[in-house]
């Protein structure tokens, strides 16, 4: 009989007991549930609502069954049903009687919930620490190659010269607001909801304070009929997962295109790229694709928990058991991701004599020309045009910008002379870009300055 059957006459149908049970996932935080207990069962003894003596035999039960559990010895199986009862039936058997105290003051509803919390809050330590290796990656690459240049795309289409270490730290920004925001969401779950009960909290004079600084949180959550109910802290972190792999998506899709024969820009080791079993000499982007693909998940696991939360009334409903394996596979998923990202980053060159090759495709300096022209007095938007013109007429002859004749520049504009194209090499217009968080090498240093700064003075979470 299960621990609250005093009323059933009936067990439960067979595969009603599967259907049920949570123990099969939620076992993974069984180190948080014991954790709680302490924690919960210390408040008791220390508020006379059980003897010290009791609270002290509780604690040690607990040790006993944690090394049991860590070492194998205990299996659960589907009558235990979920961690917290899979846990409390050992104690009563190793204990006896006594242990049957434990439950004072509380319920699985509310426990169920610290274990989570405390579960996420680890979870969330774990993958900032990851960030923080994927962000010291990016600023190494970043200064490696902050002066060398490649093309800058908008449309896919060729736009601007840009220098490597500046997309570097474009993705640095990203990852450095995904940390953020995981520290907010942090911040926002660190509150403790044991002692809320089922619903209503008790008549038992409990000291909730006192169970929260125990176990590390700020404070206890305000009102017990949200504290069983929320799963706000959930969905902040799927949403703080799902921007944060959509971002590994996007620079993986990158990953995945730079390293095509057609534009050849990079070499990816070959420790992350996989042959093919028919085509001998295939070398495919295999983790990029996965990275890419791997943000499914994290979408997938958002959605399925903001559609459980949808329409529930206050306060638990059995709806929520469905909170724990999204926000598990979730942290899988990220923490792999981050990590096979990291190494695959840090394995990964840049060849520049390829890149070099695609300079002078697409007029990359138009814009820098029509600047030059701005700076000499043109008002920008008739300087567009002129080089607009310029373009037509590279194309016509086949030529570049350089080759254009004088005649042919006066052609176009009275203005123009070969003298006042300035100096327009790929590296100059690339070193002249010095505006606040322009891609000039001088500037880009700046940013990976910047980028140290922040993340040497992380403050550790509490
Ligand atoms: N296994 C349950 C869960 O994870 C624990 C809470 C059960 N509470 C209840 N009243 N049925 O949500």
């Known amino acids: ?80 049903e979920d961690i917290h009862m899979g846990i409390e ?21 509310d426990q169920c919930q610290v274990d989570l919390r405390l579960y996420l809050k680890k979870e969330i330590k774990e993958i900032v620490s990851r960030l923080c290796y994927l962000e010291s990656v990016i600023l190494e690459k970043a200064e490696k190659y902050a002066d060398e240049i490649t093309v800058g795309f908008t449309h896919i289409q060729h736009a601007q010269p840009i220098t490597i270490g500046f997309i570097f730290m474009a993705y640095f920004q990203m990852f450095r607001r995904d940390i953020d925001r995981l520290m907010d969401t942090y911040d926002r779950m660190n509150l403790c909801p044991l002692g809320a009960c089922a619903l209503a909290g008790t008549t038992l004079p409990t000291n909730r304070y006192r169970t929260a600084e125990l176990l590390g949180f700020t404070a206890p959550t305000e009102n017990a009929m949200d504290s069983v109910s929320d799963r706000d802290y959930s969905l902040e972190f799927l949403n703080d997962a799902a921007i944060s792999m959509m971002h590994i998506s996007r620079w993986a899709e990158e990953f995945v295109w730079w390293n095509s024969q057609e534009f050849g820009f990079i070499d990816i080791d070959d420790s992350y790229c996989t042959g093919s079993s028919i085509m001998p000499q295939k070398k495919n982007p295999d983790m990029a694709e996965l990275l890419r693909g791997k943000v499914g998940r994290a979408y997938g696991n958002l959605m399925q928990l903001l559609t459980v939360m949808k329409g529930t009334p206050l306060a638990y409903n059995k709806d929520f058991q469905e909170d724990k394996e999204s926000v598990f596979d979730t942290c899988d998923t990220w923490k792999d991701s981050i990590t096979i990202f990291a190494n695959m980053l840090e394995k990964t060159e840049f060849r520049l004599d390829r890149i070099q090759q695609h300079f002078d495709k697409g007029f990359l300096n138009a814009t820098d020309i029509a600047e030059h022209f701005a700076k000499q007095g043109i008002p920008f938007r008739e300087a ?19 080759d254009l004749t004088e005649a042919q520049l006066q052609a176009i504009d009275g203005r123009v002379t070969k003298e006042s194209l300035g100096d327009i090499s790929i590296k100059a217009c690339v070193d002249a870009r010095m505006s606040f968080g322009g891609t000039a090498p001088a500037e880009v240093r700046r940013q990976i300055k910047t980028g140290k700064a922040w993340l040497e003075t992380l403050p550790e979470l509490a």
């Open 1 to 80: 009989m299960a621990l609250w059957g005093g009323r059933f006459e009936k067990e439960m149908d067979e595969i009603v007991k599967y259907f049920n049970a949570s123990i099969f996932f939620d076992q993974r935080m069984y180190k948080e549930d014991i954790q709680g207990s302490i924690a919960h069962v210390t408040m008791l003894g220390e508020q006379g609502i059980v003897t010290k003596e009791e609270a002290d035999q509780i604690i040690t039960g607990l040790k006993v069954i944690e090394q049991q559990i860590a070492s194998g010895k205990i299996v659960f199986n589907v009558d235990d």
């Open 89 to 109: 039936s050992r104690l009563i058997k190793e204990i006896g009687d006594v242990a049957k105290k434990l439950h004072t003051a509380r319920s699985r509803n």
């Open 384 to 402: 567009h045009e002129i080089v607009g013109k310029m373009v037509k007429a590279c194309e016509n002859n086949n030529c570049d910008f350089e």
